[in-house]
């Protein structure tokens, strides 16, 4: 008969340790993000711009449009259009 307690034990053995290595992993690659705004910030580029870039990207185009136009609304509303 297997022991329940030793199977869950060592499942959760088995989750925290993978867990430890992806937050290891995570931390690297933060670094490594880290480095390359680095550079482009010694190369003249403004990194608040591109990490505003990155984050259009990321966006569909239909969502994208959509922040935009309602940003412009709002730059209008408050007189800055």
Not at 24 to 37: F, T
């Amino acid at each position: 008969m297997v022991d329940t307690q030793s199977v869950a034990a060592d499942q959760l053995k088995s989750i925290i340790e993978r867990i430890e290595r992806l937050e290891e992993e995570k931390k690297a690659l933060s670094d490594d993000i880290k480095d390359v705004y680095g550079e482009a910030k010694a190369n003249g580029f403004d990194t608040k711009v591109l990490r505003k870039i990155i984050s259009l990207r990321k966006q569909d185009r239909d969502e994208r449009m959509e922040e935009e136009a309602i940003l412009e609304l709002y730059k209008q509303a408050l007189g800055m259009g």
